[in-house]
């Protein structure tokens, strides 16, 4: 309001429309609609102000009339405090959810995601012509919907999803986030980063014959995809069906129930609760069936089931608390005007003008603006992805898997820590035993470890502890072990923060074990 006194004192605009001989409703409209504009807005221009009541004045000289509600509605407005409206805004938000696509490579990811921005209006006619062209040209004429999430040459020359690809769409109730995954298996540490910031995961399947069974068998990405999903806090899957329109599948409702039957028993086994947490729905990514609406019965008459928009809409996730202590892992980080960090709010929430503290090198930060997409905000909560322009720290002090959070309750920061380990897979003569070294991935930070101490073995049947000390343990077992690492790092306990305590070992491009932050060893508080 302030702002507008400075710019058009009010004396001013009276004398204006005396001036113009404009009738009293137009008078008391223009003035009440500029306020409320200005108020909006935020910034005035008092250039674009002044031609706009002249054009006013010009083009409409009759008088108009105004529902006195309406403007009873804006005086209303007019008289709420900023802080006040910006509450009512946030109220009125829709949720927001992050969803990351797996499965195996070419199952038809990128296709899909690309196909949810086209029926979602994300994107016109003409880019698709645009991408029809070049993937004919490409001789790759069905790669043209990936085209859309996959950006750089390099993806597009091989059709293999290399970066997670991030894109945005809204139904009547959600604001999604896309993550598109890389099915390949060189480039599982990016599927992990993508995974890692995910609410909930769509598993791709391709029903055409010979391709599921490649990815479900032993070496392919969709079992590995699945135990990574559940190790890094995707607790609730949609298993999608692509490919249906395939001529070796033509729909066939036998097809889908053989994946289904075999997948169930999978997702058991990898702790899926398949009743609450997982869905099946048959689909084709390429032409979009079953994705928007839902599928005709002249296409798939055995179908009653739910479209892809209607299943992520219905999905319920837990609530994070929004007035928790901050966490913010850091996954990538530029320089704009500033020292600018991204990541997904792990807990808490961060408003402008916050000072907070980036760990584990200590240093106290302010926060100068937030960004949502590509919309500059107030404030966020937890399960956004943003981008922070802080100022108090250079970029390269920065690394990816450092932590944003409250100065008054800081992440811990600990060179060591004691785990809860399941060993899945073991390389070919490989003994796991103290003195182990494997690459550790727990939230954004991926750090090289050793495994110092096997403190116990747990029974797989019973669950307890075995009385024996266990000097070294085979593929399916359970284990405590202190873990140890060269560089300080940012976790919590799973007990604590789930998604900051549970974690990943890798070695040699295979995921050995997963597991989760049961003590923090050595806590460098006071380093």
């Not at 804006?74 to 008289?79: A, C, L, N, R, Y």
């Not at 503290?357 to 943003?386: S, T, Y």
């Not at 008054?408 to 490989?430: R, T, Y």
């Not at 116990?456 to 343990?473: G, H």
Request: aromatic share 6%.
């Amino acid at each position: 309001m302030s702002e507008l006194g400075h710019t058009l004192p009010p004396s001013d605009i009276e004398d204006d429309i005396k001036a113009l001989q404009l009738d009293s409703t137009v008078e008391n409209t223009t003035v009440t609609t500029d306020v409320g504009d200005a108020r909006s807005d935020g910034v005035v221009d008092s250039d674009r102000t002044d031609e706009g009541s002249t054009g006013v004045a010009h083009l409409n000289p009759n008088p108009v009339e105004v529902e006195p509600e309406d403007a009873i509605e804006v005086k209303e407005k007019e008289s709420l405090p900023a802080d006040d409206i910006e509450d009512v805004v946030d109220d009125q938000k829709k949720r927001h959810l992050n969803v990351v696509f797996i499965g195996h490579v070419d199952a038809g990811k990128s296709t899909i995601g690309g196909q949810i921005l086209f029926l979602s209006g994300q994107v016109d006619d003409r880019t698709i012509q645009k991408y029809e062209k070049e993937a004919k040209e490409k001789s790759r004429e069905s790669w043209y919907m990936a085209y859309i999430m996959d950006t750089n040459e390099e993806e597009r020359a091989k059709g293999k999803t290399v970066e997670v690809g991030r894109a945005h769409f809204e139904t009547e109730t959600t604001r999604f986030t896309i993550l598109d995954a890389p099915g390949h298996k060189s480039y599982v540490p990016n599927m992990i980063s993508g995974a890692s910031q995910a609410d909930i995961g769509v598993l791709v399947i391709s029903a055409r014959k010979g391709e599921f069974e490649t990815g479900y068998e032993r070496g392919g990405q969709t079992r590995e995809h699945v135990q990574l999903a559940k190790t890094l806090g995707v607790s609730k899957l949609l298993v999608v069906v692509n490919k249906m329109d395939d001529p070796t599948v033509t729909w066939s409702k036998e097809r889908f129930d053989e994946i289904e039957s075999k997948m169930i028993t999978f997702l058991r086994s990898s702790g899926y609760n398949v009743k609450k947490d997982v869905q099946f729905l048959p689909i084709s990514g390429l032409m979009g069936t079953n994705m928007k609406t839902r599928l005709d019965k002249s296409v798939c008459p055995w179908w009653d089931g739910v479209c892809l928009f209607e299943a992520l809409d219905a999905i319920e996730v837990p609530l994070r608390d929004p007035k928790g202590p901050l966490r913010l892992p850091i996954i990538d980080k530029f320089k704009d005007m500033g020292t600018v960090v991204m990541g997904k709010i792990e807990s808490g929430s961060v408003r402008e003008g916050d000072n907070l503290m980036i760990m584990p090198n200590k240093v106290q930060v302010k926060v100068l603006a937030i960004f949502i997409d590509e919309d500059k905000v107030r404030r966020a909560g937890p399960g956004e992805n943003l981008r922070v322009r802080v100022s108090g720290i250079e970029e390269e002090d920065i690394l990816t898997g450092f932590v944003l959070c409250s100065v008054a309750k800081p992440i811990h920061a600990v060179f060591e820590f004691v785990a809860h380990l399941q060993i899945l897979e073991l390389l070919d003569n490989a003994i796991f035993c103290a003195g182990y070294k494997a690459v550790l991935h727990i939230h954004s930070v991926v750090e090289e470890c050793e495994i110092v101490d096997l403190m116990l073995q747990i029974d797989p049947k019973t669950k307890k502890p075995m009385k024996k000390k266990p000097l070294f343990v085979k593929k399916g077992g359970l284990i405590v072990c202190r873990v140890q690492v060269n560089n300080l790092i940012c976790i919590e306990k799973f007990s604590d923060f789930p998604q900051m305590g549970r974690f990943t070992l890798r070695t040699e491009g295979k995921t050995i074990a997963v597991g989760k932050v049961t003590e923090l060893a050595s806590v460098n508080d006071n380093a």
